[in-house]
C-alpha cells in the first residue's frame, strides 16, 4: 500500500466473536497480518450478546452519537456470526470477510476465507487457505521442549483412549531426553489420564486448570510438537509456530470424502509433518519445510482487494 510520508489513517475493523477460542484465534491470526500492514482500530462484538449490537444499530439509525466508529471491514468465523456481520454491513457500511464456508450464499460477502480441503467451486470473491488462519508467533526454540495436543471425538476420526496412551508413550520413550507436556482438550473423552505414561518429564496439563494463554505462550519456545489427527487448528497453529510437528495417527471413520484426512495426507506427502505411522522420534527425520505465516499472505489479499481500491465513504448510519 503506497505511503506518502503522511501518517496512514487506521482501518476500523469491526471483529464479530461467539465465544469459541477456535474462531477467535482464526480471526486474531487475520487481525495479526493486518496489522503488520497497516494501522487497524479494532472493536469487538460477541454475538452471543445481541444488544451489543442492537445498540450500535439502533444509534446510527436515530442519528446518535455511536459508541464505534463505523467499520472499514467486518470480519467474522463461526456460522453465528454471519447474519449479526450481514445485518451490520447492511446498516453501517464496510467490507464483509468470513474465515470459512459460510452459512449463507457467497455472492453476501466481500471476501471469503475458506480452507483447501473444503472444496468450494472457484468464486471471484473466494480465497483458498492451506488450512486454518492462526497467528505466526516465532521465538528462540529450546531444543529439549516438547507438546503433545491430543483432541478427542470427533466426525472424521475414531477416538481411543487406550490407543491414544499406546501412542503418547511410544513418543515418550522415543525420545526420552525431551521435556514432554501433554495437554488434553474440551473434547477430549473423560478416563485419557489413566491411560497416559507415568515418567519423570512428562507433565500432565488439563484443560480446565490451564491458562487460555498457555498454547498462545509456549508453542513458539516448543522445538517437538505432536498434534492428535482431528485437531486441524492446533496442528496448524503449530505449523505457524515453526515447531518440527508430527500427527498421532487415528483410525478415519470414512475413507471416502474425508476432507480432513485429505488435507493431513497432503500435508505429510509435503514433507511438513511426520506421521506416528512412520515413527515416534520428530528429530531423526529430516528437516521439514516450514509453511509461510498464512495470516499474512491473507491479509495483504484483504489489503489489496478490499482497502486499496476502497475509499471509506458516507455510511447510511
Request: aromatic content about 6%; charged content about 25%; hydrophobic content about 35%.
Amino acid at each position: 500500500m503506497p505511503n506518502s510520508g503522511h501518517k496512514l489513517t487506521s482501518i476500523v475493523v469491526w471483529q464479530f466473536v461467539d465465544g469459541k477460542p477456535g474462531h477467535e484465534k482464526q480471526s486474531a491470526g487475520l487481525l495479526q497480518g493486518l496489522e503488520a500492514l497497516h494501522p487497524i482500530e479494532v472493536y469487538d462484538i460477541d454475538v452471543r450478546f445481541r444488544a451489543m449490537l442492537w445498540r450500535q444499530i439502533r444509534r446510527r439509525l436515530l442519528g446518535e452519537t455511536p459508541d464505534f466508529s463505523s467499520p472499514d471491514l467486518l470480519i467474522g468465523v463461526g456460522h453465528g456470526t454471519h447474519l449479526p456481520l450481514l445485518i451490520a454491513r447492511f446498516v453501517c457500511g464496510g467490507r464483509s470477510v468470513v474465515l470459512m464456508k459460510p452459512t449463507f450464499p457467497f455472492r453476501l460477502f466481500s471476501l471469503l476465507f475458506v480452507p483447501r480441503h473444503d472444496r468450494v467451486r472457484r468464486r471471484a470473491n473466494v480465497v483458498e487457505t492451506r488450512g486454518v488462519i492462526c497467528p505466526s508467533v516465532t521465538a528462540d526454540k529450546d531444543p529439549d521442549s516438547g507438546l503433545i495436543l491430543l483432541g478427542g471425538t470427533s466426525p472424521h476420526f475414531e477416538w481411543s483412549n487406550p490407543d491414544i496412551g499406546k501412542q503418547v508413550d511410544a513418543i515418550v520413550r522415543a525420545s526420552p531426553d525431551v521435556r514432554w507436556q501433554v495437554c488434553d482438550s474440551r473434547r477430549t473423552p473423560e478416563g485419557l489420564r489413566h491411560c497416559l505414561p507415568d515418567a519423570p518429564k512428562v507433565t500432565f496439563r488439563h484443560w480446565q486448570s490451564t491458562s487460555p494463554d498457555f498454547l498462545e505462550k509456549t508453542l513458539p519456545r516448543t522445538e517437538y510438537v505432536w498434534v492428535s489427527a482431528d485437531s486441524a487448528s492446533m496442528l496448524y497453529e503449530s505449523l505457524a509456530a515453526q515447531a518440527r510437528v508430527g500427527v498421532i495417527a487415528l483410525r478415519t471413520k470414512r475413507r471416502r470424502g474425508n476432507k480432513h484426512a485429505a488435507s493431513l495426507e497432503a500435508l505429510i506427502a509435503d514433507g511438513h509433518v511426520m506421521s506416528s505411522k512412520d515413527g515416534y522420534r520428530l528429530s531423526d527425520g529430516p528437516r521439514q519445510s516450514p509453511l509461510p505465516p498464512e495470516n499474512h499472505r491473507c491479509a495483504k489479499i484483504v489489503l489489496d482487494r478490499l482497502i486499496g481500491r476502497y475509499e471509506p465513504h458516507e455510511h447510511v448510519c
